[in-house]
């Protein structure tokens, strides 16, 4: 059985690793028959310094999209094999810029044959295949240049612990959770203040009685978050966020956006028009999420709390 078609797409760095060494295999064959004294990792600062132009290590890093560290074990290589050979930069003694030694110069007449069968030989192999695999891979470079593979997977891995998310209303027994996750953080941060204490030990009073409401994040029937929906009395803002906590453990499973997008929509359908809320910027985590979920700042309302230094606002869309 092909181990590929057994375990799929998800091989695919294997098998493109797999493919590069086959046609490193080749190549060195290929530099044997021609009698070029190069080996394949060596090209790409070949070619770019075949064409004429001596550059620093940098330079050539930044033009074969290579490492810096890369380049300069070739470079050491390439110059130990007499391929290439250090020269001081004309307008900066301090620095070395690389170009051809006698040996190079001569490879870079040698090996333009090679080339052109080469090339030849590539094109042929294109022009069989059903996909051309060089426009395939431009754009495929293209797509993780916007988006890495581990962001991808990261995004994956989300989504799916996500599933096990659900979202429901406040229940009496949720309250000591309530209590006391919002308490870790603050105590951890800040200090409890009145409003605090007020909130978080009698939310039926303080909060859902006054037309607020609390939701609660449950991942495999565990309470792992919280956030609050608090009625204001105030001309501009219908309601506030707040009290927003998550579990460490439950961190990094975008649950904090399913609660933020959930308290949205809560307060959509309670008819408000803006949602409010106050933060401190050393809670970066949690400033990054409002920002995600489409906050803006604003400045000069009134504020309860101490530990305030940021407010923020979103307007709801219908």
């Given amino acids: 059985m092909n181990f590929f078609d057994n375990v799929g797409v ?24 021609y009698g070029v004294g190069l080996r394949p990792k060596w090209f790409p600062v070949f070619y770019v310094l075949s064409q004429g132009q001596e550059k620093s290590i940098t330079a050539i890093a930044n033009e074969i999209g290579h490492s810096h560290p890369s380049v300069s074990k070739i470079v050491r290589e390439m110059v130990q094999d007499g391929v290439l050979s250090e020269k001081k930069d004309v307008s900066d003694g301090r620095k070395n810029n690389i170009v051809l030694a006698s040996k190079g110069k001569k490879i870079a007449d040698q090996i333009l044959q090679q080339y052109h069968d080469v090339e030849n030989a590539v094109q042929t192999m294109l022009d069989q295949s059903r996909h051309n695999m060089w426009q395939a891979i431009e754009e495929f470079e293209f797509l993780l240049e916007q988006k890495t593979m581990l962001e991808r997977v990261k995004e994956e891995k989300k989504h799916r612990e996500a599933e096990k998310v ?21 105590n951890t941060h800040f200090v409890m203040e009145e409003n605090d204490r007020n909130s978080l030990e009698n939310p039926k009073e303080y909060i859902l009685d006054k037309g607020g409401d609390i ?17 204001m009395n105030d001309p501009e803002y219908d309601y506030e966020l707040a009290k ?55 400045v000069g309302h009134t504020t309860p709390y101490k530990r305030c230094n940021i407010q923020m606002e ?5």
Wanted: proline share 4%; charged share 30%.
């Fill in 10 to 33: 998800m091989a695919i760095g294997t098998r493109l690793r797999m493919l590069s060494e086959k046609m490193a295999e080749d190549a060195t064959k290929i530099y044997e028959m």
């Fill in 166 to 186: 659900k979202i429901v209303s406040f229940d009496p027994k949720y309250q000591a959770f309530f209590k006391r996750i919002n308490e870790n953080w603050i």
């Fill in 215 to 231: 939701l609660v994040a449950l991942c495999d029937g565990e309470p792992v978050g919280v956030c609050a929906l608090i009625k």
């Fill in 244 to 298: 927003m906590a998550v579990s460490p453990k439950a961190k990094g499973k975008g649950i904090g956006w399913l609660l933020g997008k959930a308290i949205e929509d809560r307060a959509r359908i309670l008819g408000a028009k803006k949602i409010y809320l106050e933060s401190n910027t050393i809670l970066k985590p949690a400033i990054n999420l409002y920002h995600k979920l489409g906050f803006k700042k604003v």
């Fill in 314 to 318: 979103l307007e709801l869309k219908p």
